[in-house]
């Protein structure tokens, strides 16, 4: 390199270390921005996913809560069917299946001797009866054997099944309970505990017992 | 702070050690971006870039003494005003010159305040001024500068001739503007 170059680069090199007039602090926060920018898109992602989360346990919840009311709702509905059975069974004096008013008592039947007509004489209904054929016309015919016809015997007997009334959505309750997922947060919740329904709830239901106030 | 413990504390990712770097050097590195694109937006650009850079490899850096921090960081912005520059420009034209054609001294040129230079070589065209600069003031050699911008080293030869010439017309010029 010439000597001249040399003191153009030692002038040139200098002057780069003199303070100029820059942008200096508009420079460094757009170099700044990006890792703020990074913090912040880690934070909006953090929140995101604890709504989706929440959102999630709040759904299970929910249908794990509709889904017990509806097995207890469907589990009501066998029993309450049941029962009523056996009462219409055990008990049919219409006092116990209806209010007293309401009642009727049944009245007796008055029933009337068929009259027989005795008008007409025995005699001539006895001759009416006799035969009109002489014994000339009769003539013998021989009686074949006559094909019995096969009867088979039954293999299954077949009979209505009783249905039990179900209402609502008890079945399709029962299958979304199969199918969801058993994530239960809030295991101490008394809502979400299954609990065994007495005869009582039965009774008041059907209407045979008062519900204590 | 010392250099050592300014670059122990960007390798561990330090936002102070960051700060303090750049407000050390980012006035000098602002001066030679400027001095390769021209304008001050694009030269904040390139120091921005080139910051960037230097955080994300700071870990592969090994210093070599006193100054070598800042010369790495001097190498990092002369790259990326390059890289800005091949974007822009087309440095491929091939050129060739007279080898009997004398070379033009910078003789008057050197004797300028360093301001006037400064300002000369800015007026320099795009592709004389990046062989000026690479050349006289980084002290690249010619088949450096060919590799670095893609161009052969007659062609790198010939933009240093053209780009004293023209230093040299210009201050002539700027002369007899002075003398009138």
């Not at chain 1, 001797?113 to 005699?123: E, G």
């Not at chain 2, 330090?14 to 750049?22: A, D, I, Y």
């Amino acid at each position: 390199m010439e000597h001249s170059e040399q003191l153009i680069q030692h002038k040139l090199r200098q002057l780069e270390s003199q303070p100029v007039k820059w942008n200096k602090q508009e420079t460094w926060l757009r170099l700044e921005r990006p890792r703020r920018k990074r913090t912040s898109v880690f934070a909006y992602a953090a929140a995101a996913l604890v709504i989706v989360v929440g959102s999630w346990v709040l759904y299970d919840s929910m249908t794990f809560n509709s889904s017990a009311l509806h097995d207890r709702i469907a589990a009501l509905e066998i029993r309450l069917a049941q029962a009523g059975d056996k009462l219409i069974l055990a008990s049919p004096d219409p006092e116990r299946m209806c209010a007293p008013e309401m009642a009727v008592q049944p009245q007796e039947i008055q029933r009337v001797k068929p009259r027989v007509n005795t008008a007409l004489p025995s005699v001539l209904i006895a001759d009416q009866l006799k035969p009109a054929i002489d014994s000339t016309q009769r003539t013998t015919v021989a009686l074949q054997p006559q094909e019995q016809p096969t009867v088979t015997e039954p293999t299954a007997a077949v009979e209505r099944p009783s249905i039990p009334i179900i209402l609502g959505r008890s079945q399709g309750a029962a299958y979304a309970r199969s199918k969801r997922f058993s994530f239960r947060l809030i295991l101490s919740d008394p809502d979400l505990t299954e609990q065994p329904i007495t005869v009582s709830e039965v009774d008041i239901v059907a209407g045979l017992k008062q519900k204590p106030n | 702070m010392t250099e050592s413990e300014l670059i122990r504390l960007c390798q561990q990712a330090s936002p102070r050690g960051q700060q303090e770097l750049f407000d050390r050097w980012a006035d000098s590195l602002y001066r030679v971006a400027l001095r390769y694109v021209k304008t001050d937006v694009d030269a904040e650009d390139i120091v921005m870039m080139s910051f960037t850079k230097a955080f994300r490899h700071i870990t592969s850096f090994r210093p070599q003494g006193k100054g070598s921090l800042h010369a790495w960081l001097r190498k990092i912005v002369v790259n990326e005003s390059l890289g800005w520059l091949r974007r822009r420009h087309n440095f491929n034209m091939v050129e060739s010159l007279d080898d009997t054609l004398p070379v033009p001294d910078l003789n008057e040129v050197c004797h300028l305040p360093a301001e006037d230079i400064l300002r000369l070589v800015m007026e320099l065209p795009a592709g004389y001024r990046t062989v000026f600069n690479l050349h006289v003031v980084e002290g690249y050699s010619h088949q450096e500068i060919a590799e670095q911008l893609g161009i052969s080293e007659s062609t790198a030869r010939t933009q240093l001739f053209k780009a004293k010439a023209h230093l040299k017309k210009m201050l002539i010029r700027e002369g007899s503007q002075y003398g009138t």
